[in-house]
């Protein structure tokens, strides 16, 4: 079964606006939460993660907002560039709070930003 | 950042032949990888977690015969498909914890078809 769960398959957005991306997840023993981007070709590479005891986490034009009892996190990146345009995996990981044990990934979203 | 390298980065063989993926941590020693598999349009599925000198451990449902994992060296783990078929034909990316364990570092992955 699909634990981590990515609805939107695709967004687009203009360039200076905000791109929200979401996930939502079944398993309440996940207690970590990251957000990796790839580009074609390439492996996934790490944006910004989030602990189950925070509702936020921000990075400079990125952050993570955590709803616990709704299992539902969102990214959200503002203000969106083209060289944002990527696919996105949301990864949850039930390993005591680290981002380096097993991970399972959502299915990806892929962003466009148009200049 | 540390990097994390995947040779080759496509391969192509005939059913029934065995293909040999390297994962390969070029700036730090990772005591851990892991083996992921991607299908079109899916997320990335965790099939193995390799641990240095020790055997490694698979995810339910994947056939430990088939795809065989050597830790050999802290910076060196390697994928075998065995008398591969069509339906192994898929994107496999590894990751390793990077040097401070603070987050999974990514290969940029290999392509596999097999025809």
């Known amino acids: 079964d699909q634990q981590v769960k990515q609805n939107s398959p695709s967004l687009s957005v203009q360039e200076g606006r905000i791109s929200i991306l979401n996930c939502d997840y079944t398993?309440?023993?996940?207690?970590?939460f990251l957000w990796y981007k790839k580009y074609p070709a390439e492996g996934p590479t790490f944006l910004i993660s989030i602990s189950s005891i925070k509702d936020k986490n921000e990075d400079g034009r990125f952050t993570v907002f955590l709803n616990k009892s709704a299992k539902h996190l969102s990214l959200h990146i503002v203000p969106s560039q083209p060289g944002d345009s990527a696919v996105y995996f949301c990864?949850?990981?039930?390993?005591?709070?680290?981002?380096?044990?097993?991970?399972?990934f959502g299915q990806g979203t892929i962003l466009t930003v148009h200049p | 950042g540390a990097v994390v390298s995947q040779h080759p980065s496509r391969v192509i063989c005939k059913s029934g032949t065995s293909v040999k993926i390297e994962c390969r941590s070029l700036d730090f020693q990772a005591t851990t990888m892991f083996w992921y598999r991607q299908f079109p349009k899916q997320s990335l599925m965790l099939m193995a977690t390799?641990?240095?000198?020790?055997?490694?451990?698979?995810e339910q449902g994947v056939e430990k015969d088939k795809f065989l994992i050597n830790h050999a060296s802290l910076t060196l783990s390697t994928l075998t498909v065995t008398s591969a078929h069509p339906e192994d034909s898929s994107f496999y990316i590894c990751?390793?914890?990077?040097?401070?364990?603070?987050?999974?570092?990514f290969g940029p992955g290999t392509r596999l078809t097999v025809l």
């Open positions: 390799s641990n240095e000198g020790s055997k490694a451990t698979y």
């Open positions: 398993n309440s023993m996940f207690d970590y």
């Open positions: 990751s390793a914890i990077g040097p401070t364990a603070d987050t999974q570092y």
């Open positions: 990864a949850a990981s039930k390993d005591g709070g680290t981002s380096y044990g097993k991970l399972t």
